[in-house]
């Protein structure tokens, strides 16, 4: 059996446009056989009276023509009042609304490149997007709850209320064009299912999962997580550092909250045109602590005589908008 057809926003409209096709009805017949009209100066003086125009009549007005035409203004009126009220009514309803909202954020989403995808907008979630939004990063947050997308709507941030365990929907997120991908859900055995899906949809990803429980770890990384964190291991490890060395602690905190000091993980692209140039020349004014080379190799401290390559990743401390556009170069 057909579906039935769920009504458009716009239905109760229908009344006044049926109204409206009458009143003109109306008119048109009243002018032409009651006064002898044609039919052209019938419709014009009908139509300019509906929409209260106030022209200068067509033809001369007897007393029961000024009866007729007052009828006909009235019901005009009434129906132009009727018709802009239904109307408003329809544009403030939450249908219509949640309809432009969804294109624009449709829009917004599809616009996205080099971005971050993630998947999960619980406690771990919302402190991930809020760090990103304070870096300046474009982001996106996949949560299949009806609550936490008004959530989203309410901080500003661009969503998708969609399952990330799907194809499809990590595809609509634009996983291809992902720089990476972070499943942060409170159910290990979600986050392992998201993990292989984007591994299947992106073999290129970089991919961050959550684990709850310290026996997912290896499932997730078996899953095709490039890293695995568990809020509660990483919790722990940080209060013992925190015991053994506040020192460096202190001085981690200083630099990851405030100005004007960063760590920096500045990635040398292929085609980028920092290839073939020496340290040195590349990090300007920051720090250089450590080099990861394309084949592996770590070095710590790097030389500044060392000649970088295609895929070297390059750890600095330094100022923020010192090291932002060795980012993008």
């Not at 039919?39 to 007897?62: K, N, P, S």
């Not at 969609?162 to 064009?177: P, S």
Request: charged share 25%.
């Amino acid at each position: 059996m057909p579906k039935d057809r769920q009504p458009t926003p716009w239905a109760p409209l229908k009344f006044p446009a049926l109204s409206a096709l009458g009143v003109l009805f109306y008119g048109v017949l009243g002018y032409v056989v009651v006064f002898g009209w044609s039919v052209i100066d019938a419709l014009y003086m009908t139509v300019m009276t509906m929409t209260t125009v106030g022209y200068t009549e067509v033809r001369a007005l007897d007393t029961n023509a000024k009866l007729f035409t007052i009828t006909l203004l009235v019901l005009g009126a009434t129906l132009l009042v009727l018709t802009l009220s239904i109307a408003a009514s329809v544009l403030l309803e939450d249908p219509v609304r949640e309809r432009i909202r969804r294109r624009r954020l449709s829009k917004r989403v599809r616009e996205l490149q080099d971005h971050f995808i993630v998947c999960g907008y619980g406690r771990v979630g919302r402190t991930v997007a809020a760090a990103f939004a304070s870096e300046g990063v474009p982001f996106l947050v996949m949560d299949r709850s009806e609550d936490r997308a008004h959530d989203l709507t309410e901080d500003g941030f661009a969503h998708l209320t969609a399952d990330a365990t799907r194809k499809e929907d990590l595809q609509e997120a634009g996983i291809l064009r992902a720089r990476a991908l972070l499943s942060v859900v409170d159910d290990d055995a979600e986050n392992i299912f998201i993990t292989m899906t984007a591994r299947a949809a992106n073999p290129k990803l970089w991919i961050v999962a959550r684990a709850s429980q310290e026996e997912s770890i290896e499932r997730l990384r078996t899953a095709g997580a490039n890293r695995v964190y568990s809020p509660f291991v990483t919790a722990g490890r940080e209060m013992a550092v925190a015991a053994i060395n506040p020192g460096v602690v202190d001085f981690l905190e200083v630099e990851t909250e405030g100005p004007p000091l960063r760590l920096e993980e500045v990635r040398i692209e292929v085609g980028s045109r920092h290839v073939g140039r020496k340290l040195g020349e590349v990090k300007g004014e920051a720090q250089a602590l450590a080099v990861r080379q394309a084949g592996g190799d770590v070095l710590a401290p790097p030389d500044d005589d060392l000649v970088i390559g295609e895929g070297d990743v390059l750890v600095l401390l330094g100022e923020r908008d010192t090291l932002r556009p060795l980012e993008r170069q």
